[in-house]
């Protein structure tokens, strides 16, 4: 069990427990990055008690079947210890394919022996295509799952209709994004935001970041690079991240003769040093094919930069004109000409930052605060 968020609740003077199950870093992906910081954001004086019981991998990825041994013997534990510790909320923080799998059981037991109230938590964006494409015992214990839920959250206000298809119209679900921490990702000065990082001061400068892997669309944008580089001489993009693609599109970059246009940055950095990236760039760009609610989004727009992406999952509802321009996936000369035109404007970087602010981890923990209290008053058959 990790570390919890201790405080009472002010009507009986106890501490309401919340039980989450998820991912915690290492590795550090999207669900196990929320669940850290919600962990670590709820005030230690508060109404809820947040205890996390970790699911999934620690550290490298393992083979197929240890992890399966893994998920089971995890599975058994928590069986073993929930009988003698009942919180009030179960929260389970699920994705798509083997992740929400998993945790169909977690949710079953809580709803029918543990019997209290339970959140499900679907993170990701990839969620359409797992239900549309399952079996139909894929598809039967996903409906089931999400019927037996007392609340459903998503990441975004488009995923509602698609939900309440599967779980039925009347189920409350709630779009919640995710959030950034803006004492890191705040405005810097570009030309010292240059130094930190190492990079030459002159010229125009696109940031990336994210796993080299085929659904973030890296390939499109090193296609979309060869339009940006004829139109600005001294534009360079810098890939921060790394992933399995990391050779095969190092070789993308000489075929097309971009070696002085596209640099890779493979090691691992700390969220200061990401955050230095992102303020030494004119503008960020994402051009992945399938997302959720990016936490590098918001990250870029609390650091000020306009974000160039594309329009899948949550993005659209986030990103407006005055925050930077987005263009259909796997399109790169769309890409290439969203580029330009971001390169071209004037961008106002309090503007961009100021707006951030609705995405902190403070305003999500907020949100989640007051899901739980609606849930505890009664005020809704849960």
């Known amino acids: 069990m990790a570390q919890s968020a201790r405080g009472p609740d002010a009507s009986t003077g106890k501490s309401i427990c919340i039980q989450m199950i998820g991912p915690l870093p290492p590795p550090t992906g999207g669900v196990a990055n929320f669940l850290e910081n919600v962990r670590l954001g709820f005030p230690a004086d508060g109404r809820y008690e947040i205890g996390v019981y970790r699911t999934g991998p620690v550290g490298n990825l393992p083979s197929r079947g240890t992890l399966l041994l893994r998920d089971l013997v995890d599975l058994l534990r928590y069986f073993r210890t929930s009988r003698h510790r009942r919180p009030q909320i179960v929260h389970v923080h699920t994705a798509s394919y083997y992740s929400f799998l998993r945790n169909v059981p977690y949710v079953g037991w809580s709803k029918k022996v543990s019997r209290v109230r ?27 799952t999400l019927r037996e839920a007392d609340a459903i959250i998503v990441t975004s206000p488009s995923w509602i209709k698609a939900f309440q298809e599967i779980a039925g119209p009347g189920k409350k679900i709630v779009p919640m994004p995710n959030g950034f921490d803006p004492r890191i990702f705040r405005p810097m000065e570009r030309g010292e935001a240059r130094k930190q990082v190492g990079i030459p001061l002159e010229g125009r400068v696109l940031v990336t970041v994210g796993y080299l892997e085929e659904v973030k669309g890296h390939r499109y944008l090193i296609e979309a690079m060869r339009e940006a580089a004829v139109r600005e001489k001294e534009v360079r993009l810098y890939m921060i991240g790394n992933g399995s693609l990391r050779g095969p599109l190092a070789d993308m970059v000489k075929e097309l003769g971009l070696e002085d246009h596209v640099k890779f940055v493979h090691e691992p950095l700390p969220s200061a040093m990401v955050a230095a990236w992102m303020s030494a760039a004119d503008v960020f760009v994402l051009p992945s094919l399938k997302e959720g609610n990016p936490t590098v989004m918001f990250e870029c727009l609390g650091c000020g930069r306009p974000f160039v992406g594309t329009r899948v999952g949550g993005i659209p509802d986030v990103i407006t004109g005055e925050l930077g321009l987005l263009c259909e996936p796997s399109d790169p000369h769309g890409l290439g000409a969203a580029i330009g035109e971001a390169l071209d404007r004037e961008w106002n970087a309090e503007t961009i930052s100021k707006h951030a602010q609705r995405y902190t981890w403070t305003s999500i923990i907020s949100q989640l605060s007051a899901l739980y209290d609606e849930m505890m008053s009664g005020g809704r058959k849960y």
């Open 118 to 144: 339970t959140v499900v938590h679907v993170h990701g964006g990839g969620f359409r295509e797992f239900y549309q494409n399952g079996s139909a015992m894929v598809k039967y214990l996903v409906r089931r």
